[in-house]
């Protein structure tokens, strides 16, 4: 359904953060700007997804920011109104995407022509998986389980290295590296080294 979801869109709009969205991830947004309250009420209508990207200069609220090229398509989960205008957001990560064009409406929305991001194929031999895999199954249980999108896939490294690169705490320059890495085993094997450097494997 996702695949199919994605590959009637060529054009989306999208929400420039100070953060980086994961295939698979969960993002709580908490949205007050008319231009993405009217944006997600759209996708919540017509069950459309938005594309979520780093923001590569300028800010979250105002002028419209520069996004970098490489996003991820995300869909509203669940949507609470907190007051009017006011709407707290779950959204969940679900494929890449690069940007090929974009454009600003008249209401500062920002749309962007698409290009998929083929899925990484299914990989469980990484360097350092099973450590990795032990490392994110103890912060998961610690931290809460709820706070992931289920299902739960250890047995991918493209999953596990996306989990990783989400709660670990790196610069979010280095984040977006890693989503626009296009290899799961050489994410896993960075991810792992980093967690070797600070001793936590």
């Known amino acids: 359904m996702i695949g199919k979801l994605f590959a009637k869109r060529e054009t989306v709009p999208i929400f420039p953060l100070g953060t980086v969205l994961f295939p698979g991830g969960i993002l709580p947004l908490r949205i007050f700007e008319v231009r993405y309250v009217e944006?997600?009420?759209?996708?919540?209508?017509?069950?459309?997804?938005?594309?979520?990207?780093?923001?590569?200069e300028g800010a979250e609220v105002g002028t419209p920011a520069v996004p970098e090229p490489v996003g991820c398509l995300a869909r509203i989960a669940s949507c609470d109104v907190e007051q009017l205008g006011v709407l707290n957001?779950?959204?969940?990560?679900?494929?890449?995407?690069?940007?090929?064009?974009?454009?600003?409406?008249?209401?500062?929305?920002?749309?962007?022509?698409?290009?998929?991001?083929?899925?990484?194929?299914?990989?469980?031999?990484?360097?350092?998986?099973?450590?990795?895999?032990?490392?994110?199954?103890?912060?998961?249980?610690?931290?809460?389980?709820?706070?992931?999108?289920?299902?739960?896939?250890?047995?991918?490294?493209s999953w596990v290295s996306f989990r990783l690169a989400e709660i670990l705490p790196l610069r979010m320059d280095a984040k977006q590296k890693l989503l626009e890495l296009t290899d799961a085993t050489l994410r896993l094997a960075i991810l792992h080294k980093f967690l070797r450097q600070q001793k936590l494997v």
Do not use: Q, W
């Open 39 to 56: 944006m997600a009420k759209t996708c919540l209508k017509e069950g459309t997804p938005f594309g979520v990207c780093l923001i590569r």
């Open 89 to 157: 957001v779950k959204a969940e990560g679900l494929e890449r995407f690069r940007i090929v064009s974009t454009e600003v409406g008249r209401d500062n929305l920002i749309v962007g022509r698409i290009e998929d991001l083929h899925p990484e194929p299914h990989a469980s031999d990484a360097p350092g998986f099973a450590e990795s895999v032990e490392f994110l199954r103890k912060v998961m249980a610690a931290i809460g389980a709820e706070r992931f999108a289920s299902p739960y896939r250890f047995e991918d490294a």
